[in-house]
């Protein structure tokens, strides 16, 4: 089973600064995947990236970039730049390829 | 690019009555999946579906929801008597590898 903590409940910063969202997983299974999903004002589940548990390489998408550590099983989510559309509640979710386990979620406010 | 849909946006039942939720996942995905969020809360996972069975549910699927594949293309919740506490956007996906959400349908029961 699997168990994620994203203890940032809101983070409110001005556009242009740089934003990182925290997530900390527990689980047992040695195989598994780490998600986020953003959630904007209109509710939808918006896919932003999906990590193997075996691929601990750090990817950079534009703005956004993602720091995999496995060793203390977290899995950081960075925006550069931030914009005010990147406003949104955050969700972190493990996957064991049956199901997600979402987190809390981070709710991210960006002023201009 | 193809999306999962959901049909109703909104669906405002009675306490007791059954409803229907409908999904359109994406046509190649093998792998369906309901989730629910109370408004305010967390995704939760309700049940995923594979080759026609239920691979796994959460102890919130009861014997009041169940799921259905009925052709080749939607996939069905069906809540059968509505309580308030069923008051949520429910969630559709569909994956390959990667889940895929639908836009959800806000249900309210009065």
């Known amino acids: 089973a699997q168990k994620v903590t994203q203890a940032q409940t809101e983070i409110s910063v001005v556009e242009k600064e740089d934003v990182t969202l925290d997530c900390v997983y527990e689980?047992?299974?040695?195989?598994?995947?780490l998600f986020w999903y953003k959630q904007p004002p209109s509710g939808e589940l918006v896919f932003l990236i999906r990590?193997?548990?075996?691929?601990?390489q750090n990817e950079i998408s534009g703005r956004y970039s993602w720091n995999f550590q496995k060793s203390t099983s977290s899995f950081n989510f960075t925006i550069t730049a931030s914009q005010v559309v990147d406003s949104a509640v955050y969700f972190c979710?493990?996957?064991?390829?049956?199901?997600?386990?979402f987190g809390a979620g981070t709710i991210l406010r960006v002023k201009s | 690019e193809p999306e999962v849909t959901q049909t109703p946006s909104h669906q405002v039942t009675q306490m007791g009555q059954e409803v229907i939720l409908r999904c359109v996942p994406i046509s190649n995905h093998l792998y369906f999946y309901w989730y629910r969020q109370i408004l305010g809360q967390k995704v939760e996972f309700l049940v995923s579906f594979y080759n026609n069975e239920i691979s796994e549910k959460s102890e919130i699927f009861d014997d009041q929801f169940s799921v259905e594949r009925p052709d080749g293309s939607n996939f069905t919740l069906k809540i059968r008597s509505t309580k308030l506490e069923d008051s949520a956007m429910y969630f559709c996906a569909s994956s390959e590898s990667t889940q895929y959400f639908g836009p959800g349908t806000r249900l309210l029961v009065l």
């Open positions: 990590r193997n548990s075996f691929d601990e």
């Open positions: 689980t047992r299974d040695t195989t598994y995947y």
């Open positions: 979710a493990p996957g064991d390829g049956n199901k997600l386990v």
